[in-house]
């Protein structure tokens, strides 16, 4: 099981940014994915989660109205469109998976619901 994300940067106040994380080594179409952050001398926080069921999505308050996550199944990727940025969304975005087992909906943004973490992506929110 291997994640890779990208699409992180550097990105004015107001901006917009993409993230992607692509899957290999299993089939992602079953499986519950989420994505969080971690900022310097913060603890990771979950953000969004996708199910691989039906696709229903959960948000953090903090980024809920601003932040999309969805999936392409077909590309065994999930995306991460993240709208209207502020220099507090600043921080390393990571997506996670857990092929064996689903969540349930209190652990959908907990860290330790999900085995499979990517290498992460730098997200910088600075004029």
């Known amino acids: 099981v291997q994640l890779v994300e990208s699409g992180g940067g550097l990105v004015q106040p107001g901006g917009s940014l993409r993230l992607s994380c692509v899957a290999s080594?299993?089939?992602?179409?079953?499986?519950?994915f989420a994505w969080f952050r971690q900022a310097p001398g913060r603890e990771r926080e979950g953000i969004s989660s996708?199910?691989?069921?039906?696709?229903?999505?959960m948000y953090a308050a903090s980024v809920k109205g601003r932040f999309t996550i969805s999936r392409d199944d077909a590309k065994n990727t999930v995306y991460l469109q993240m709208n209207s940025l502020k220099p507090e969304d600043t921080a390393i975005y990571y997506c996670a998976t857990n092929p064996v087992w689903t969540p349930p909906p209190g652990g959908l943004l907990l860290p330790g619901s999900y085995d499979y973490w990517g290498q992460g992506t730098q997200v910088t929110v600075s004029s």
């Open positions: 080594g299993f089939s992602p179409e079953y499986y519950t």
């Open positions: 996708i199910y691989g069921s039906d696709s229903s999505t």
